[in-house]
């Protein structure tokens, strides 16, 4: 089978498309063969060497498709349950093992393209608006990044649970698109000041959340943004790490909280896997939550989709189709 991988960290250009043999599942394992692939900011920090991996490495942890092979003593699945997963390395292939208790099931009604765009990027937004902080109606929250494949359905999510949106994004093309998608605000961050704005969409309070993927861009107006004991979540680094936090900074700005969280500390069982793939699905067949898949990619292309999301220039979410 093809697959993706790199030998040396570095740019797009380390990336090479090679033949490997195809594996076979073992114990509590299933092998799934791929429709569709997810495309996430976090392999451009692992192919960079942010997020070092072990070398040569393979990229990727989420994809779509139909149960190949099923290993000892699996009952989750059989062979042509179609499947998706998030967190199993390697999904840049034409197939892949995963544990069977990492995968879920697709609900029909939901194609394979939609659930690997969705399934990684929608379980983010579930646990960051439902469980780290559970945003209300009438909360006014910040949503950085908001045209991206979290951002956009973080913007939904929000407004489905009443919250008013104030998004941030990098062009007037984006900012059509998250106003199209019920952003109450949006911001021009390249071009206006974020904090500033956002005090005077509030009447000086500040937001008692905000949520920032973008990293070194965003900080200080993400840092300005927030109400007394606003919560600071940073979540990504689309523009580079965010500087260290001084923590007399914290207090200083109104006894504010800051955290990084990561989803496997919010999926540490099966059981919460299963609840929130089930929360994200439910709001796709609702309505509520659009999945915009803005571009896809062949396979062997896997370089050029990286050049893509790192200039920041996608829309939505973005697959590789082997």
């Not at 997963?85 to 208790?101: F, K, M």
């Not at 099966?270 to 439910?282: C, H, I, N, R, Y």
């Amino acid at each position: 089978m093809r697959a993706i991988r790199f030998e040396k960290t570095g740019g797009p250009g380390v990336l090479a498309l090679v033949e490997i043999e195809t594996p076979q599942p073992g114990p509590g394992q299933v092998l799934v063969r791929h429709e569709a692939i997810g495309l996430n900011f976090i392999e451009i920090y692992q192919r960079s060497g942010l997020y070092p991996l072990p070398l040569p490495a393979r990229l990727g942890g989420e994809a779509a498709g139909r149960v190949e092979a099923v290993g000892e003593g699996v009952s989750r699945f059989r062979v042509g349950d179609r499947a998706v997963y998030a967190s199993s390395p390697g999904s840049y292939a034409d197939a892949n093992v995963v544990a069977a208790e990492r995968a879920v099931r697709i609900p029909e009604g939901i194609d394979a393209r939609t659930a690997a765009a969705a399934l990684l990027k929608g379980m983010t937004t579930e646990f960051l608006i439902r469980r780290l902080h559970r945003v209300e109606a009438g909360e006014t929250i910040l949503v950085h990044a908001a045209a991206g494949g979290v951002g956009q359905i973080l913007v939904q999510w929000a407004k489905a649970l009443g919250a008013v949106v104030i998004a941030t994004v990098g062009s007037e093309t984006k900012a059509q698109r998250v106003r199209e998608l019920g952003a109450d605000h949006v911001i021009l961050y390249r071009d206006q000041d974020v904090a500033a704005e956002v005090r005077r969409i509030t009447g000086g309070k500040g937001v008692p959340v905000a949520y920032d993927s973008v990293g070194k861009d965003t900080f200080e107006g993400t840092l300005g943004s927030l109400a007394r004991r606003g919560l600071f979540v940073s979540y990504g680094n689309a523009s580079g790490p965010p500087p260290p936090i001084v923590a007399a900074r914290l207090m200083a700005a109104g006894s504010l909280f800051f955290t990084r969280p990561t989803m496997g500390d919010y999926q540490t069982s099966t059981e919460e896997l299963d609840a929130s793939a089930g929360a994200l699905f439910e709001m796709i067949a609702s309505g509520k939550v659009k999945v915009e898949i803005g571009q896809t990619f062949p396979l062997a292309d896997a370089r050029r989709a990286h050049e893509a999301l790192e200039s920041r220039s996608t829309i939505g979410a973005s697959l590789l189709i082997p």
